[in-house]
C-alpha cells in the first residue's frame, strides 16, 4: 500500500466527521438549530439512533466461530491499562462534570464508525472479519464503561448512590441495545439454521427500518454536535484538550499496537496482519462521535466531550497515517 493512500484514506475517513460538524455549527449560528432542537435532538439520538445502531452493529455479525481468543484477551488487557490512566488522568481534573468525559477519551474509540472500513482497506475481508468480530466485544465494554465513568465520579458513595447507578446502567438505552444485539445474535447463530430463509425474506422490512434508523445515529448526532460546538470555549479547556487529544490519538495506539508488535516480533503472541488491521482501527481512531451525545444526556460536561470529538478527529487525520506506517516498516501489516 502506498504512503499516499494512506494519507488519503486517513482524511477521507475523517473529513466527513468534520464538514459535517461544522454545518451543524454554521446552521445554528444562522438560527436554524435552535436550543430547543438541538435538547430533543440529542435526546432522539441518544435514546432512539445510537441503541438501534449498537443493536443493528452487533446483531448483523455473521460467523464468531473462529473467534481468536489471544485477541480479544489482549485488547480486553489494553483496555483495562486505558481506563486505568484515564482514571489517573481524571483523579488530576478539578471539575467533576470534566473527569469522566476526559476518562471516557482515553479509552473510547470511534471503532463502530471507523473501524471495519479502515480495517477493509487495511488488510481486505479478513481486516473486515477481525474487525466484525472484536466489535462483538468491544462495543459492549465501551458503552458500559462510559455510563460507569459518566457516573462514577458524581454523587455519594452510599448505598442508595450505588442503586441509583446500577439502575441507570441497567435502564441505560446504549446498554439495553447492546443487550438486545447479543441476545439476537445468540439466537441466530442457535436458531437461524433450522428456519427456513424464506421467513426472513418475508419479514425483511423489520430488519430495512432498523437499518435506517441506525444509518440516521452517526449524522444526525454530528449536526448535533456541531451545533453545541463553540470556538470560544477552546481557551478555557485547552489544558484538558492537549491531555485528552495526546491521550488518545498518542498513548492509546502506542500501547495497543506498540505492545502488540514487540510480543508478534518477540514470538510471545502472534498476530496475523488482519489483526493488526483491527488493533490500528481501534486504538488509532478519534473518540466516539456517541461520547459527546453521552456526556451531554448525563450531565457531564457536554461542551468538553464536543471538543474532544473535534480535536480527536483533526489530530487522527495524521496520527492515523504515523501509525499504519508505524506497522508496516515492522512489517506486521
Known sequence: MKLFD?????????????????????LKQKGFLTKEFLKIGNKLVFRVCLPTMLFCNIAELNDIKQIPWNAVIYVLGII?????????????????????????????????????????LLCGNAGVSAAAILSAFTIPIY??????VLTGFKGEKSAASIKNQIKGILHNPLIIGVVLGIIVLILKMTLAPKIPQSIFEDFRFIKTTLTHISRSATPLSLLI?????????IKGYRIQIITATIGRTLIAPLIGIGIAIV???????IFEPAIFAALISLFATPVAVASA????????????AAQLVVWTSLISVLTLFGFIF???????L
Not at 90 to 102: H, I, W
Open 143 to 148: 458503552n458500559i464503561l462510559a455510563v460507569l
Open 225 to 233: 454536535l456541531g451545533g453545541q460546538f463553540e470556538f470560544d470555549k
Open 326 to 332: 508505524f506497522a508496516r516498516f515492522f512489517g506486521v
Open 293 to 304: 451525545i453521552m456526556a451531554e444526556e448525563m450531565n457531564n460536561d457536554g461542551q468538553l
Open 80 to 120: 483495562i491499562i486505558l481506563v486505568i490512566i484515564g482514571y489517573i488522568i481524571a483523579r488530576f481534573t478539578p471539575d467533576v462534570n470534566q473527569k469522566g468525559v476526559m476518562m471516557q477519551c482515553i479509552f473510547r474509540s470511534n471503532f463502530a464508525l471507523i473501524g471495519v472500513p479502515l480495517a477493509e
Open 263 to 269: 510480543l508478534t516480533k518477540t514470538g510471545i503472541l
Open 6 to 26: 494512506i494519507f488519503i484514506f486517513s482524511v477521507n475517513a475523517i473529513m466527513p466527521l468534520i464538514l459535517i460538524i461544522l454545518l451543524g455549527y454554521f
